[in-house]
Every structure is written in structure tokens, then in C-alpha cells.
């Protein structure tokens, strides 16, 4: 998901990884002599997303887009969100994906503090700086081609770092990532990013933890500072106040969001289904390109899959915000491992960023989804053990 060319065929092994990823994980249960349970929250909702969403695009011709977007939107995340649970249900298997989290947000801050500083020589793979695949060249979009997905990762990522900071992380390594992610962020150039990103700073200053407060406050300053050195520099990527000014992309989007609530008051329950593409653009005459696209997850949904599509979602939503409710207290992670208590405090935070972000976009972006969608497995199946734990304790 993260190094391969989009302009090099590997969805291929893509789906052969996922595919074996999907009998493997079961198997290896089986083969340690557990039971393959689902996690309980979100499932319903995500399930009758999932359907509605595969009975629209197999009622439809073959298309390799179609179904990629359909992946990367429903099935990917739902997998992911059953199998999290069993993949990483021990402490080492749980501190091996928080170490995975801290290097890949090295790495994406890392080039886009490179993008930021012109210093493309360092940028790797160098497929990012190619201009004709992807879009938002002119941005440091990192290896998924598009700022927003690079944006949002950054931001769930550093959420990740900042509960290890409160636990363990190293103070000259929590510095140097308290640096270098509001710069990565600023580089972005995306005013939904940026505004996700002061959110969580903002909601994270108030913490009950001195050590959060403290690192909210360092990284108030570099991203203020961040912003200044950018506006200063007005690379040959374009200068950052020009974008803070630009006004096409609001003109743009009203008129798709006008389109498509005018779309959705003529079919209300039923939605548009195959329809919905089709239609948005008979409807936009102002702006002339290939293909439209909402800009916001849930007019999307509610165009296309009606209100029955909608109420699915807010279901899904309330029930990805209940996964931090800590009603056990004897949980499992104990206090200074991951997932424990105190990061519980901080998963609001980051089902708050997801939604916001998905306001101005339709949240399609594999990576992100599958990193979102995991933690809330993981965090559903330590639920999950803790009420089997707290009934096996009640049946004594």
C-alpha cells in the first residue's frame, strides 16, 4: 500500500496478499485452538454498508476502477476491522504494530519536510515527484499520490506517537517527531489537514496528562514556525499563501454540493445507486472536466445509497466512538502498554479527525482506511475479551 508505483501494475499482489491474508489469519487461529469470534460493535453497520455498496456496483458492467474504489472504501476496511483482533491480541504483536506506526510516520514526515525544503534528490521512491500520475504534484503528497490520504495518515499516525511519548517514547525522539510532523503537515498544503491537525492539538492541550500537554504545546510552536518558514521559502511548489487565498476549490465544490443535495431531495430513500456519476455530471455545466466527485463521504453516501445508506453510517460512527469507552477496569493492556487506558482518551480524538477529513473528501484511501479501521478491531476484540473475562468472573 505504501512503495508501489501507480503506474506499475502490483494491485495484482495486492489482492493475492489480501487474499492469502484472508484464509491465513483464520487458520492460524484455528491451528492455536481458539475460536474465530467477530468483533460485536460497528459489524452490523459496517455489513449493511458493505452489501449496499456490492449490490450497486454488481448491478453495473465490469469496471477495474469500480471495484478498486470498492475495496479500498468497504471491503478492506471491514477485513481488516474482523481481523485486527485475532492478528494482534498479545502485547508483543500489539508493541510491534506501534513500532510499525512511529517508523512510517518517520518516513512520510521525512518527505514531505524534503517536498517542503525542495530537497527532492532525498525523496524516495521517486515516482512521487512525477507529475503525471496522481495528483497534487504541486503538494507533498508522499507515496499515495494524493496530499489528503498523505495528510490524514500523518495525522492518525502522530496521534499513535504522541500516546507512545506518554508512555515510553524516548524525549530526544518525541522532539524530533514534535518537529518534524506539524512541518510534514504544513507541506501538505490542505486546508483539511491543517484543520484536523490544530483540532486534535487544541482537544489534546486540554489531557489530564502533563506529558500530552506538553508535547501539544511543542508542536503548536513548530507548526507555527513551520508555517512561517513556508510562506518564507515560496518554493518552486508553489507559494503556501497562494493556497491559503485560493478560492476555485470552494467555488468548485459549492457547486457539487449543490448538485448533488438537489440529487438527493429528489430521491430521498432509494438513493441513485449506478446512477450517481452519471447524473452529477449531466448537472455541472459551470466547470468542465473528466469526472465529478462529491468531496464529502457523507453526501456521497446519502446520494447514492439514500437515507437507509446514511443511517448505516451514523450507526457505524456512534459505535467506532463507543470502542473507547473503558467500562471493564480490568481491561486488558494494563496501564503502559498500548491500547491501555490512557490511549482509549485519545481514540476520540482520532475518530474525530477520520470525520472531519471525510467531510471534505470521500474517504477512499486504502491505507488510511486500513490503518483506521485496524486500531478500531483491535481496540473492538480487547472489548470483546474483557466482557468474556468479566462473565466468566460473574459465573463463579
Known amino acids: 500500500m505504501l512503495f508501489h508505483s501507480a503506474d506499475v501494475p502490483f494491485y495484482e499482489l495486492d489482492r493475492i496478499a489480501f487474499v492469502l491474508l484472508v484464509f491465513a489469519v483464520p487458520l492460524h487461529v484455528l491451528a492455536r485452538h481458539e475460536q474465530l469470534r467477530i468483533a460485536r460493535a460497528a459489524t452490523w453497520p459496517m455489513l449493511g454498508l458493505l452489501l449496499l455498496a456490492s449490490v450497486s456496483l454488481l448491478s453495473q458492467p465490469y469496471d477495474a476502477e469500480a471495484w478498486s474504489v470498492f475495496a479500498a ?22 508493541r510491534r504494530f506501534e513500532v510499525f506506526s512511529i517508523v512510517v510516520l518517520t518516513y512520510l514526515s521525512l518527505i514531505a519536510v524534503f517536498f517542503l525544503l525542495d530537497a527532492k534528490s532525498l525523496i524516495f521512491p521517486h515516482y512521487i515527484l512525477d507529475e503525471n500520475i496522481g495528483i497534487h504534484a504541486d503538494r507533498a503528497r508522499g507515496p499515495f499520490l494524493q496530499a489528503v490520504a498523505n495528510g490524514v495518515s500523518l495525522n492518525l499516525l502522530a496521534l499513535i506517537a504522541l500516546d507512545s511519548f506518554r508512555r515510553r517514547l524516548p524525549g530526544m525522539a518525541a522532539l524530533a517527531l514534535a518537529v518534524l510532523v506539524p512541518l510534514a503537515a504544513v507541506a501538505t498544503k490542505t486546508r483539511a489537514v491543517w484543520l484536523s491537525f ?64 438537489d440529487m438527493f431531495l429528489e430521491r430521498p430513500l432509494t438513493g441513485w445507486g449506478t446512477e450517481m456519476q452519471s447524473e452529477l455530471s449531466r448537472r455541472i455545466s459551470d466547470f468542465h472536466q473528466e469526472a465529478f466527485y462529491f468531496h464529502n463521504t457523507y453526501l456521497e453516501i446519502v446520494v447514492q445509497y439514500g437515507l437507509l445508506g446514511l443511517a448505516l453510517y451514523i450507526w457505524m460512527v456512534i459505535d467506532l466512538f463507543r470502542l473507547g469507552r473503558l467500562r471493564q477496569p480490568h481491561m486488558p493492556s494494563p496501564d503502559g502498554t498500548f491500547l491501555d487506558s490512557g490511549f482509549r482518551s485519545i481514540w476520540p480524538v482520532m475518530v474525530g479527525v477520520y470525520l472531519l477529513n471525510a467531510s471534505f473528501v470521500v474517504m477512499n484511501y486504502q491505507f488510511v482506511n486500513g490503518l483506521f479501521f485496524t486500531i478500531a478491531g483491535m481496540l473492538a476484540a480487547q472489548n470483546r475479551r474483557g466482557s468474556a473475562r468479566l462473565d466468566a468472573f460473574a459465573s463463579q
Open 73 to 94: 472504501k468497504w471491503l478492506v476496511p471491514f477485513t481488516l476491522f474482523q481481523l485486527a483482533g485475532w492478528v494482534f491480541s498479545d502485547a508483543k504483536s500489539l
Open 198 to 261: 490544530a483540532g486534535s492539538v487544541v482537544v489534546l492541550m486540554f489531557s489530564s496528562n502533563l506529558r500530552v500537554r506538553k508535547t501539544c504545546m511543542v508542536l503548536t510552536i513548530a507548526a507555527g514556525v513551520g508555517l512561517a518558514m513556508a510562506v518564507g521559502l515560496g518554493s518552486q511548489n508553489g507559494d503556501l499563501s497562494d493556497r491559503l487565498k485560493e478560492q476555485s476549490p470552494i467555488d468548485f465544490r459549492m457547486a457539487v454540493y449543490e448538485a448533488g443535495w
